[in-house]
Nanobody, 125 residues
């Protein structure tokens, strides 16, 4: 499975961005898919996941601001990010696994087998 993330950019605080992850080789309906991010000098952190059951799951940092969704026609998983803050600045990675994860493992980066190249999101104050 190859993952391609896009949609990053430079925005001001309060703005919105929509990231998109395209997959080749598999359809997202057979994958557990997630977004992680890595800010400068920090560990990669979980952002949101779309489980194989179709249930979204969010880190506290994005609850109420971020929405993860799946477009079956385009075979993409998108992350709509609203009310962006400077602390959201990071490289965002689209990741996936063919395994169905239990809820308590969904936020663990080691559970994901496929990683895209990342897209940079910069939020200025």
């Amino acid at each position: 499975v190859q993952l391609q993330a896009s949609g990053g950019g430079l925005v001001q605080a309060g703005a919105s961005l929509r990231l998109s992850c395209a997959a080749s080789g598999r359809t997202f309906s057979s994958l557990t898919t997630a977004w992680f991010r890595q800010a400068p000098g920090k560990e990669r952190a979980f952002v949101a996941a779309f489980r194989r059951t179709g249930t979204p799951y969010y880190a506290d940092s994005g609850k109420g601001r971020f929405t993860i969704s799946r477009d079956k026609a385009k075979n993409t998983v998108d992350l709509q990010m609203n009310s962006l803050r400077p602390e959201d600045t990071a490289v965002y990675y689209c990741v996936a696994t063919s395994r169905g994860l239990i809820l308590s493992s969904t936020h663990k980066k080691e559970e994901y087998d496929y990683w895209g190249q990342g897209t940079l999101v910069t939020v200025s104050s």
